[in-house]
């Protein structure tokens, strides 16, 4: 299951944010989003967790808990489809 996470504090490694999923089951995958220029995270990333129930107990724990002081959003990714494609967006 992949799970959303918004609102992360800048300052977090995707090593640290992995081991904080573990604490709920395997991690099947981890990404925090960067700035493709600054590479300096965009404040959110995603998890793929290999059990489902794990990954519901995850947002369940950790969805509006806070993480370094900074309220974090933790739910199911949505998926947007085979044609979605995050590149042809512009930045005006």
Do not use: H
């Not at 604490?23 to 995958?29: A, E, R």
């Not at 925090?32 to 107990?57: C, H, L, P, Y």
């Amino acid at each position: 299951m992949k799970v959303f996470i918004g609102g992360l504090p800048l300052e977090v490694s995707e090593a640290e944010l992995n081991a904080v999923f573990e604490d709920f089951g395997p991690v099947k995958s981890l990404r925090i989003i960067k700035d493709r220029e600054t590479k300096q995270s965009r404040g959110f990333g995603f998890v793929e967790m290999v059990n489902e129930d794990e990954a519901k107990e995850a947002i369940k724990c950790m969805n509006g808990q806070s993480y370094y002081g900074k309220r974090i959003t933790v739910n199911v990714a949505e998926d947007n489809g085979p044609g979605f494609n995050r590149t042809s967006f512009s930045r005006n």
